[in-house]
């Protein structure tokens, strides 16, 4: 039976990255925990689930689009393999040392649930930076013996669970510790760091893993 999930260590290391990239405080951590803060926990949990929705829009674009050049060419599974790895070393040194807003904008009124959920949906979806990540993350742990689309899908459906699982804990957290976050800069350095560090270390991890483990 044809395995749609990676061999254990590339699986293993799929979910560490995940988790690690989920957890770190980013771009998509601080608009959830803005939006729980000043709005409440219900309007940052609906925001968590427009956010989930609008990645798994995502991982369909960058599965769509992965199906389609492995289609064309058999060499291209390489090719998007290593260009994949070396942006990811990219993403790590930009989080690094770009600069950092401390600022982030507070919403001065909670709106309603649905709008919420639309709000977070609208920004996760029409973030290309998050189609062309799962574009160049998924593919370092795809199989050759399976469908590429399918194991995108399924791989990517996997990081925006764990995502939403993290995302969740920060909206429910953020209500009680508002008082702190304000003055939290830092969690968020150290958060730039891990989360450079997890994207440096997993591009050059999957770039000197070549071909072994059925890749």
Same mark, same amino acid.
């Given at each position: 039976?044809?395995?749609?999930?990676?061999?254990?260590?590339? $699986?293993?290391?799929? &979910?560490? /990255? =995940? *988790?690690? @990239? !989920?957890?770190?405080?980013?771009?998509?951590?601080?608009?959830?925990?803005?939006?729980?803060?000043?709005?409440?926990?219900?309007?940052?949990?609906?925001?968590?689930?427009?956010?989930?929705?609008?990645? $798994?829009?995502?991982? &369909?674009? /960058? =599965? *769509?689009? @992965? !199906?389609?050049?492995?289609?064309?060419?058999?060499?291209a599974?390489?090719?998007?393999?290593?260009?994949?790895?070396l942006?990811?070393?990219?993403?790590?040194?930009?989080a690094?040392?770009a600069?950092?807003?401390?600022?982030?904008?507070? /919403?001065?009124?909670?709106?309603?649930?649905?709008?919420?959920?639309?709000?977070?949906?609208?920004?996760?979806?029409?973030?290309?930076?998050?189609?062309?990540?799962?574009?160049?993350?998924?593919?370092?742990?795809?199989?050759?013996?399976?469908?590429?689309?399918?194991?995108?899908?399924?791989?990517?459906?996997?990081?925006?669970?764990?995502?939403?699982?993290?995302?969740?804990?920060?909206?429910?957290?953020?209500?009680?510790?508002?008082?702190?976050?304000?003055?939290?800069?830092?969690?968020?350095?150290?958060?730039?760091?891990?989360?450079?560090?997890?994207?440096?270390?997993?591009?050059?991890?999957?770039?000197?893993?070549?071909?072994?483990?059925?890749?």
């Amino acid at each position: 039976m044809i395995r749609l999930l990676p061999p254990w260590p590339l $699986l293993s290391a799929f &979910l560490l /990255a =995940s *988790l690690v @990239l !989920a957890v770190t405080p980013g771009p998509g951590v601080v608009y959830i925990v803005t939006r729980s803060t000043t709005q409440g926990r219900r309007v940052g949990l609906a925001s968590v689930v427009g956010v989930a929705v609008g990645n $798994l829009g995502n991982v &369909l674009a /960058a =599965s *769509l689009g @992965l !199906a389609a050049l492995f289609a064309v060419s058999s060499a291209a599974f390489t090719v998007v393999k290593y260009a994949g790895a070396l942006y990811l070393v990219y993403l790590g040194l930009h989080a690094l040392y770009a600069p950092q807003d401390d600022n982030p904008p507070i /919403a001065p009124r909670a709106p309603s649930l649905a709008r919420a959920f639309r709000d977070g949906f609208i920004v996760a979806l029409l973030n290309p930076k998050t189609t062309i990540f799962f574009a160049a993350f998924l593919p370092q742990f795809l199989r050759t013996d399976a469908e590429p689309m399918v194991q995108s899908v399924v791989l990517g459906s996997l990081f925006v669970a764990i995502a939403a699982g993290t995302d969740c804990a920060y909206a429910l957290a953020a209500g009680t510790l508002a008082p702190a976050l304000s003055c939290a800069r830092g969690v968020r350095v150290a958060g730039r760091y891990a989360t450079a560090g997890a994207l440096i270390g997993l591009g050059l991890f999957t770039a000197m893993a070549g071909s072994r483990d059925g890749r």
